[in-house]
């Protein structure tokens, strides 16, 4: 049975952006299950990140 997950961390401050901790988690999970549908959505809790993870919601958004 192939499963839809969603991946949405937040940030390991100092270690890895929410960006790179989604995609790292992803590798990780299809590694072991290569059949499932993945989705990553990086999260942000108002601090450092925020933008970075409004940005990659909203391909469209511009920074300024």
Same mark, same amino acid.
């Given at each position: 049975?192939?499963?839809?997950? *969603?991946? #949405?961390? %937040?940030?390991?401050? @100092? &270690? #890895? &952006?929410? *960006?790179? #901790? #989604?995609?790292?988690?992803?590798?990780?999970?299809?590694?072991?299950?290569?059949?499932?549908?993945?989705?990553?959505?990086?999260?942000? %809790? @108002? @601090?450092? @990140?925020?933008? %970075?993870?409004?940005?990659?919601?909203?391909? %469209?958004? *511009?920074?300024?």
């Amino acid at each position: 049975m192939q499963l839809r997950v *969603v991946i #949405a961390p %937040d940030s390991f401050k @100092g &270690t #890895a &952006t929410a *960006v790179e #901790a #989604a995609e790292a988690i992803a590798a990780g999970w299809l590694e072991g299950r290569p059949g499932d549908s993945l989705r990553c959505v990086p999260m942000a %809790d @108002g @601090g450092e @990140g925020v933008l %970075d993870a409004f940005e990659r919601a909203r391909p %469209d958004s *511009v920074r300024r």
